[in-house]
């Protein structure tokens, strides 16, 4: 794949973004314009999107590079100036753009195409939610959820001679050493505890804020407003609910049985936290790679036997410097896949440390960034704005139609089984974790006066109604009732975090249509991945050959099959 470079057909070539005034007289053009016709309208929109994609990229490099080295004051006062400086004095402009898109009559002639049609349709509802007293609002929050990449970036912990960040630290909760793993664990949760305080404060003000937020727009709650921020066009409040009722229905019983085998294995009336994840068996933790270079390489060969296309794609971040991929002092947690609009190669950030679980995010992340790839020629950067139900349904599938190349990492097929079990049943536990967190945003938003206290009631209450009940955290008490603060999409980007659920249904799908006819689900996975946002998320994941259903019927089906292929492997 030839390296990509920037096409600007409306910018400067060398256009630089360090302050509003730099990108404001293409703002006064665009609003200036006469729009006389269905061509000129139709260039209108692709200049307004090279626009947009060029302010995204460099918000997004700034956001980056803050979260490589969160120790450099000057990276996150970059960041900081664009949120508090720039975005708020672009919100006004970029509202004055669409309310120029709508109010002409020439859309019209784009509505029959169904682009258009869901490209009009969010603008529409942009233009119902915004308010200018929410700009600066808007700055703060951007802003002030930040502090949880820095609070969570700070915590390390002194073990074995040497400074480890929390996931270097998790590595020792794998180790067959009862003691080992209770020292390591009372050193992580002091370590967290310190913190408990500070993240309490920080998320009462973020409620505090968006409460406000949504009352400006006219909304009762910030869930309310949350559903139409995030064009929820396809699903309701109820459909989560009845998520939410069917996950504990059919999801729970089936973890809390794999759990209780592995507890009678470790011959314990109880878990305690820190054996949650050893192996029962007492081997050791798997060791797919030895270094973020080993991963990336067999990753290449394992998208590339899948897809050729597909291995091109982390060939060609790689060579751009697309990819930050070890664990390192200083970083901010968790991973992504950064898109960027302008340039059309993401970029790819992690914290591996060698664990299964790394292998598991690369494959992830990998999902996602093949995505941006089969999206970065549609024609408008609202095109390639793909809804989280769709983004998530490329990595997580992912996830699963690479299990059938695992054999690169694990050429030992007992290790390469036990990769695959310890994945499946992943995905069955972290599907009522995701419940217990989209019921505690739900419950959080529409009671934004509560205390602290009743906070920590309100997600014990959950832990009990999504959780198996057999972990003794006696002694632990304050951190089970302050663990939602691990979580970092409730501080960073709330409400988003169901969509895992419902995509992970999708891949579950998309995986079981592979057994059958592999070269024909991944052809079908592609396409619907092409699509970006043109289409609906129903007609995105039908492309993509499954159903976008989330009844308990639907979960009832996937996780009876889920249980019978593991069956197959132990």
């Known amino acids: 794949m030839q390296l990509p470079t920037l096409k600007r057909n409306y910018l400067k070539k060398d256009q630089e973004l360090e302050q509003f005034s730099d990108v404001q007289p293409y703002f006064d053009e665009l609003l200036a314009r006469e729009i006389t016709d269905a061509l000129t309208l139709k260039q209108w929109l692709c200049d307004m999107s090279e626009l947009e994609a060029f302010i995204e990229e460099n918000g997004a490099w700034r956001y980056i590079k803050m979260s490589i080295d969160t120790t450099k004051p000057e990276l996150n006062d970059s960041y900081t100036y664009f949120v508090r400086e720039i975005q708020p004095l672009i919100a006004p402009l970029t509202h004055a753009l669409n309310r120029k898109i709508m109010e002409s009559p020439l859309i019209e002639t784009l509505r029959q195409d169904p682009a258009y049609a869901i490209y009009f349709r969010a603008i529409d509802s942009e233009l119902r939610l915004f308010r200018e007293e929410n700009i600066p609002l ?244 609202a095109f390639k704005d793909i809804p989280s139900e769709a983004a998530e349904l490329a990595s997580m599938s992912m996830e699963l139609l690479s299990m059938k190349y695992w054999d690169y990492f694990y050429t030992n097929p007992e290790e390469l089984v036990r990769a695959k079990v310890e994945h499946l049943e992943d995905i069955l536990k972290v599907l009522p974790w995701i419940a217990q967190i989209d019921a505690f945003q739900h419950w959080v938003y529409t009671h934004p006066n509560h205390s602290e206290g009743e906070r920590s009631e309100q997600w014990l209450a959950l832990a009990k109604k999504f959780g198996t009940g057999l972990t003794d955290w006696s002694g632990y008490e304050a951190l089970q009732a302050n663990s939602w603060q691990r979580q970092l999409h409730l501080f960073e980007v709330p409400f988003y975090y169901i969509e895992y659920g419902i995509a992970q249904l999708g891949a579950i799908g998309v995986w079981k249509n592979s057994l059958t006819n592999e070269r024909q689900a991944i052809e079908q996975y592609k396409a619907g991945l092409s699509l970006g946002y043109t289409r609906s998320l129903p007609e995105i994941y039908e492309t993509a050959g499954v159903s976008f259903d989330f009844s308990p019927e639907r979960i009832g089906e996937l996780m009876r099959f889920v249980e019978s292929y593991l069956e197959t492997l132990t």
Not at 274 to 279: A, G, I
Request: charged share 25%; proline share 4%.
């Open 138 to 381: 808007d700055a703060y929050l951007a802003e002030k959820s930040q502090e949880y990449g820095s609070i969570s970036a700070a915590q390390t912990v002194a073990y074995g001679g040497a400074t480890l960040t929390m996931q270097q630290a998790s590595v020792y909760l794998k180790n067959q050493d009862e003691a080992v793993r209770k020292e390591v664990f009372e050193k992580m949760a002091a370590r967290r505890s310190q913190d408990i305080l500070t993240l309490n404060a920080l998320y009462t003000d973020l409620i505090e804020k968006r409460h406000q937020v949504a009352q400006n727009a006219g909304f009762e709650n910030y869930r309310d407003y949350m559903f139409q921020h995030l064009g929820r066009f396809d699903y309701t409040k109820e459909a989560c609910f009845d998520f939410h009722e069917a996950v504990a229905l059919t999801v729970v019983p089936l973890v809390k049985k794999i759990q209780q085998r592995k507890l009678d294995k470790l011959g314990k009336p109880a878990f305690k936290p820190w054996d949650l994840d050893v192996d029962p068996d007492g081997k050791e933790p798997l060791k797919p790679f030895e270094s973020g270079a080993e991963m990336l390489e067999k990753t290449v060969e394992i998208f590339s036997k899948m897809e050729a296309y597909f291995g091109d794609c982390l060939s060609t971040m790689n060579a751009m410097g697309h990819l930050d991929l070890e664990s390192k002092a200083g970083k901010a947690p968790g991973g992504y896949n950064y898109p960027l609009y302008e340039i059309g190669v993401p970029f790819i950030f992690m914290n591996a440390v060698g664990l299964h679980r790394d292998l598991v995010t690369m494959v992830h992340e990998g999902g996602h960034a093949i995505h941006s790839f089969l999206n970065r020629d549609l024609t408008l950067t």
